[in-house]
């Protein structure tokens, strides 16, 4: 059981301009669609995603409410064979000019119309603009680590060391090359991180979640909104820093 990444969460304020600019601009199509009373929910993905690839959750809240950008999320990265011919087309296309390559070699940011931020980075596998990783910060490297090898069973995948910050990425054990790693973000400077609302969660997807998340209580996660409490359609638990992961069976 590789307990693949299935999609990552973030919320909009606007959820029609907002499925505008990633169709035009990232080429996404809509994968499926969940409507509630009070919120929509919309996933997205290129049109040839891996079959292991993660796809990425608009949630968007009827009551018009606004959102908090927060800093313990950081950003999603997406995939492309080239960084500096894509961030150009991107530029030709309106979108708005934030981190490019010029400033970056090997990789550059941009800003969707809520202000997520989105890595492109340079990849020679996987669907163009499919998502190679989410980053998130954290507060205590070694207790952030272990709680995704412990809980989740994912192992080391890379580490990008710097003067002031360090990187660690995660991979689930067996998972494609295509799938999307979790990325650790260390700041050696002892700061503190607001969690937000901008960004809601990452999803891991599992065959049994019933027998799944007694194997997370058994490994002590978090036992936050349990399967009982969710109608055993889904689940969820949070990191050692917070952050919120739902747990789900793909179909």
Partial sequence: MSHTLDHVMMRVEDLEETLDWYTTHLGYEE????EADTFTNVYLG???????????ELTYNHDGRSYEMGDAWGHIAVRVKDVEEAYEELMDGGVEDYRPPAENPGYAFVKD?????????????????????TMIRVEDADAAIGWWTRKMGYQADGRWEADSFSNYFLTPEGAAEEAMTVELTYNYDGRTYDMGDA???????CDDLEEFWGTLMTREAEDYRDPESCDYNYAFTKTFGGHEVEVITRE
Avoid: C, M
């Fill in 31 to 34: 994968k499926g669609r969940w």
């Fill in 46 to 56: 290129p049109e040839d995603v891996h079959e292991e690839g993660a796809v990425l």
């Fill in 113 to 133: 119309l809520d202000g997520h931020e989105i890595e492109i980075v340079e990849r020679d596998h996987g669907a163009r603009y499919s998502i190679d990783h």
């Fill in 199 to 205: 960004w809601g969660h990452l999803a891991v997807e």
